[in-house]
């Protein structure tokens, strides 16, 4: 009997740590990337009444017989199954589709979250604005480029900061030639010939306007290439020629494709500038992508090396958590990547809170690198991922835990009643 009584406790007392664990699922429904909570429950060894017996001299053989003296609280799992992405629209709102964790830092010790509501620190550090936790990851060098055997340290977003203007040492120009376009003769009127303009830059960033034109040689699919530009700052003077000129560009007559130069590329020399930068400004077009069909004849500067001085204004974070610098200038360059962190069991994780994860021994150690490799999810930005609580689940499970709760206690009044009921004998 008064094992029957014990076996009630221990499943009213379990039945109130799954209500607990239920109840703390709910609460946390509308937490950002949380990760709900299930219980298990185990049976406590029975006692045994009678062995069991193996067949022997004409007899079969006899089952154990066994009362159970209740039940234990087997385990709380962490269930890491991606929560829905809800989209936000801000920069700094960062979500991780797939597998991997944020690794973030209080200076001293790390620790792992799927959170990625983050914000722009007033020192520029890129930090979770709750609890001050700074982002980590790899800075890139002043060149742009990323060293991920480094270790981890924490990302800036350096608003305001400054790049030096790089002078123009290559362009593409694409598009086409009009093969029906008559030889050129300078009039008037002037006819056979294509113009457009492009812009190079200084070494201090002086933005030169020089006008390329393509004129049409007698020889066949053979056009002249001139360059002129202002080279003193006077708009009353004459433009110069940008040596060495005239060059000259040829096409197949078959495929419609430059042969001559080799590569396509044209080296153009501004000898003289108007101001302190320096002299002379030489860098190469690159006219490998220019065709010669009939048709209307267009020309397009498609890319170029130089820029202007520019300040930090803006930046953009790529799938695989490459930070991009958005620069006044209209450049662009990359300035860190945020690193994710994996683990062979996550499930094996210990909650920290404040939506914070620690490694335990059965969660094994961080496997840190970047985003979109080995397995690691994708980030996306203007996005949070939202909590993985199943509603309709955790309200049937509440029913669960209720009504196991209620029948224990019912299993105890009965036991009572029993035991009145004994008691009563020796009346």
Known sequence: MMRALFSAISGMRNHMSYMDVVGNNIANVNTIAYKSSRVTFQDILGQTIKGASSPQNGRGGTNPAQIGLGMNLGGIDNIMTQGSLQSTGKLTDFAIQGDGFFVVTDGSQQFFTRDGAFDIGVDGGLVNPVTGLRVMGWKADAQGQIDTDQPLESLDIPFGTRISAQPTTKMTLAGNLDAGTPTYAAGPPEVGVVRTTVTAYDTLGNAHTVRVEYRKNASANTWDVRGFYDHDGNSGTALQLVTPTPGQIVFDGTTGEVTTPAGGLLNFSL?????????????????????????????????????????????????????????SNGSNRIIGQ??????????????????????????????????????????????????????????????????????????????????????????
Do not use: C
């Open 271 to 327: 000898g003289t500038l108007p101001g302190d930068a320096t002299e002379p400004l030489a860098f190469d077009i690159d006219m490998s992508k220019l065709t010669q069909f009939a048709g209307q004849s267009q020309l397009n500067l498609t890319s170029q090396d130089g820029f202007p001085a520019g300040a930090l204004v803006s930046f953009a974070v790529g799938s695989s958590g490459e930070v991009s610098g958005i620069y």
């Open 338 to 427: 945020l690193a994710l962190a994996t683990f062979v069991n996550p499930g094996g994780l210990q909650r920290a809170g404040q939506n914070l994860w620690n490694p335990s021994a059965n969660s094994g150690d961080p496997i840190i690198g970047q985003p979109n490799s080995n397995g690691r999810g994708v980030v996306g930005t203007g996005t949070l991922e939202s909590s993985n609580v199943d509603l309709a689940l955790q309200f049937t499970n509440v029913i669960l835990a209720q009504r196991g709760f209620q029948s224990s206690s019912r299993v105890i009044t009965a036991s009572d009643q029993l035991l009145q009921d004994l008691v009563n004998i020796i009346r």
